[in-house]
């Protein structure tokens, strides 16, 4: 069977890490969160440069520097576990590339043959901000203080050539996939 690769996007506080477990659990996935891939090199890198480690929306050095390394080191784990067969859940807001149409068909050259799957994670306003807060990350104090400016450009949308794309609303307390495994089985048909 041809390994699948799970792009669960959406903003900060919109459900995608309960979303990518559940996935990875359902369809016996590698679960790789970019988070945990990536915070301690992006915070001490930060540091070394004179930065605070938790400024990173508005940071030039972040954006420029860390970030596509961020990226870039989430999908080579990724290339890495397709290589041995292992489909996989990423767990990554992905926003700085939602411009791009063709950005998986440049990310995914050389990957082994998979299924590019997008699930958008969406939620409503409220109930993303409560998250976001609640979570209580220091990295978060910008989006808070300035939501309206956050909130507005968490609403870019992501068109991706060279995947199927499934939309999944998380703004209930409980998550069901079975809405999505019948979207994702309408898509394969």
């Known amino acids: ?28 996935a590698t679960y790789l969160d970019k988070d945990t891939v990536a915070t301690s090199f992006t915070e001490l890198l930060l ?48 926003g700085r590339f939602f411009g791009d149409r063709e950005y998986l068909l440049k990310a995914t050259t050389g990957w082994p043959e998979a299924q ?11 109930v993303v901000q409560d998250r976001v807060a609640r979570r209580g990350y220091a990295r978060d104090t910008w989006k808070l203080a300035h939501w309206d400016e956050f909130w507005t450009g ?15 609303d998380n703004s209930a307390g409980t998550l069901d996939l079975s809405g999505f495994d019948a979207a994702l089985a309408d898509l394969m048909t």
């Not at 590019?116 to 409220?126: K, M, N, Q, S, Y």
């Open 47 to 94: 540091e070394q440069n004179g930065s605070d480690k938790n400024d990173r929306d508005h940071n030039a050095f972040y954006q420029a520097a860390i970030l596509p390394l961020e990226y870039a080191t989430l999908l080579r784990l990724c290339a890495d576990n397709l290589d041995v067969g292992c489909s996989v859940v990423l767990d990554a807001p992905f």
């Open 154 to 168: 968490a609403q870019t949308s992501c068109d991706w050539e060279g995947a199927l794309h499934i939309l999944l």
């Open 1 to 28: 069977m041809t390994p699948r690769v799970f792009f669960v996007i959406g903003p900060a506080g919109s459900g995608k890490s309960t979303v990518s477990r559940q996935l990875a659990r359902r369809y016996a």
């Open 116 to 126: 590019l799957i997008v699930v958008h994670v969406t939620a409503e306003g409220p």
